[in-house]
C-alpha cells in the first residue's frame, strides 16, 4: 500500500494496473528480500497479480557472489603484461 500509495489493494489486484513500474518493481523486490521473502524482478513481471507472486515468495534462491580479489596492484600489473604482450618490434 505505501509503494503504490494506494489505500486498498486485493489480493487478484495486478500491480502494473495499480500503477507499478519498473522503479517500484525493484523496490519491491528489496523490501521483500529485507524479509527474508526472495522474488526476482522478472517474477514480478511474468506474475504481476498479487495472489500469484505471494504463492511464488521464497522460491528463489540467492547467489552467493565471492569478494572480488583485484586490487589496484594486480589490476595493474595485468594491464601491463596484457599490453606488452605481441608488441615486439623488429627492425630489418
Known amino acids: 500500500m505505501q509503494l503504490l500509495g494506494i489505500e486498498r ?3 487478484h ?3 502494473f494496473e495499480l500503477g507499478g513500474h519498473s522503479l517500484l518493481a525493484v ?3 528489496e523490501r521483500l528480500r529485507r524479509l527474508s521473502l526472495g522474488v526476482e ?4 513481471f511474468a ?7 505471494a504463492a511464488s515468495l521464497g522460491s528463489h ?5 565471492p569478494a572480488n580479489l583485484i586490487d589496484e596492484r ?3 600489473a595485468s594491464t601491463t603484461s596484457a599490453f606488452s604482450v605481441g608488441t615486439e618490434w623488429t627492425t630489418s
Do not use: H, K, M
Not at 61 to 65: G, P, T
Open 9 to 11: 489493494i486485493g489480493r
Open 61 to 65: 534462491r540467492e547467489v552467493a557472489v
Open 41 to 44: 524482478v522478472r517474477t514480478l
Open 74 to 76: 594486480t589490476s595493474a
Open 13 to 15: 489486484d495486478n500491480f
Open 27 to 29: 523496490q519491491l523486490t
Open 47 to 53: 506474475t504481476p497479480v498479487l495472489c500469484d507472486l
